[in-house]
């Protein structure tokens, strides 16, 4: 199996990915439809990719040099922009150096890497998300289609839903990860691209009946589903990043259909949650005990990562191999036995793991990146004021917010899926940016 993957992936490189760029150039609804597809599979599945040097046992944020059908058919959707629009590309979409600035200090980090290769997975996976990016940035200014991208995310969690309902009442899951490879990704997933859903449908323009069924049944899946997750961080981040975008939109305009779809939101969030209630408490109130002591000892020993390799850190996609011995970060452990067999888990915030894999320093780039999208998407808000889109910057202000406040207490941001949603709402908010720049801001 794992050759006949080789096999079908050169064959996709060498011939698939220039082929479909020469259709998009040619037909122009092969290129929404290269969109869509590409939107659609950022799920990841183990069939719909190709690990190269895998590391399956290793416990860090990236395994292998990954290569995911998304990535070929983003690349597919880059060549066939730049063959159609050439001049009008933009290299460097608005936004671009808040993430290069986080991705090249990263790199930094290779010099005090234990294990450079290692250290490599998870920069390819990096430069592959800026791939994605450089691709639907492009794809939205120039072309200023949003509903290949939206529809794409939509579809993922319809499916998503399906599958949900299958392990959560025939297999009989407590907690459902769905397409995703665990539960904590679909609900961080979710709480990035379900505020889109929500401003989508109460936005009155191009308000057709397929578009307010599609777009009302992602939005009330995208809850169920990150509720059916019984993540923690989910629970608390989803209504948080929904609850932001609603405020925005209704900033922007009240009116009647609105208040319409608020009412029978409302009916159905209350209805699922007397029916979701007694687990949901459970969920909180029956947490191990253990658990709580194992995030306060990966802190502390990320805080003695990050204190000494202050500026560049121990090296990215080394904690699996620096929080063991023969290193000694965790070894004030007195309670466990700390010796040459111990393996440790990876630190539960995104924040504490770039902050000891890439220094202080790469820790406030993250900020400045996180801090720097959702400025820019708050600028959108302003400036879109006046216009039909106002919904986008809503939405991502509310998803950012969802995901920024979920990864103090999980690092899944780090993983594929979850990566790509932050990306592509990365994407939207560059290319509102420079849309309304273009349009000298009307």
């Known amino acids: 199996m794992d050759i006949l993957k080789y096999i079908v992936f050169g064959v996709a490189l060498v011939v698939g990915v220039p082929t479909l760029a020469g259709l998009a150039y040619a037909k122009r609804p092969v290129l929404r439809w290269l969109a869509f597809v590409a939107v659609f599979l950022s799920f990841e599945h183990y069939y719909l990719s190709l690990n ?70 998870e920069l390819w ?59 904590n990704t679909t609900g961080l997933y979710m709480a990035i691209i379900g505020p889109l859903f929500l401003t989508r449908w109460l936005n009155e323009h191009n308000a057709t009946r397929w578009n307010n069924i599609f777009y009302g049944a992602a939005f009330l899946f995208s809850g169920a589903i990150a509720f059916f997750t019984f993540s923690r961080g989910a629970i608390v981040s989803y209504p948080l990043g929904c609850a932001v975008a609603l405020l925005l939109s209704l900033g922007h305009r009240i009116s009647k259909r609105k208040l319409q779809i608020l009412l029978f939101v409302g009916i159905c969030a209350t209805l699922g949650l007397v029916k979701m209630s007694p687990r949901i408490i459970l969920r909180f109130e029956r947490a191990p005990e253990s658990s709580k002591d194992m995030r306060v000892r990966l802190a502390q020993a990320a805080f003695n990562m990050a ?40 630190v539960e915030t995104i924040y504490l793991m770039v902050a000891a894999e890439c220094g202080w320093v790469g820790f406030g780039f993250l900020l400045l990146c996180f801090i720097g999208f959702f400025l820019l998407s708050l600028v959108n808000w302003f400036r879109t004021y006046r216009t039909n889109i106002n919904y986008l910057p809503s939405a991502i202000c509310g998803g950012l917010l969802a995901a920024y406040a979920q990864s103090w207490a999980e690092w899944v941001l780090k993983q594929t899926p979850a990566f790509y949603a932050l990306m592509m709402v990365f994407a939207i908010t560059s290319a509102v940016s420079m849309i309304m720049s273009a349009n000298g801001g009307k």
């Open 52 to 121: 190269f040097f895998p590391a399956e046992e290793y416990r860090g944020t990236a395994r292998g040099m990954e290569i995911t059908a998304t990535d070929m058919l983003m690349w597919s959707l880059l060549l066939a922009l730049l063959l159609i629009y050439r001049f009008r590309f933009r290299l460097l979409p608005h936004g671009s150096w808040l993430y290069l600035l986080y991705f090249f200090w990263s790199s930094l980090s290779l010099f005090n890497a234990a294990s450079q290769l290692y250290s490599f997975f």
């Open 125 to 183: 996976k990096m430069l592959m998300m800026w791939l994605c990016f450089l691709a639907l940035a492009n794809y939205l200014y120039l072309t200023r289609d949003i509903e290949p991208i939206l529809k794409g995310m939509g579809a993922v969690v319809i499916w998503a839903f399906v599958v949900v309902i299958r392990q959560k009442y025939i297999l009989g899951y407590f907690q459902t990860p769905s397409i995703f490879a665990h539960q």
């Open 307 to 346: 204190n000494d390799k202050k500026f560049i850190g121990v090296g990215i996609n080394n904690w699996g191999l620096k929080i063991n011995p023969p290193f000694d970060y965790a070894k004030d452990r007195e309670e466990l036995e700390y010796d040459e067999d111990y393996k440790d888990s990876l």
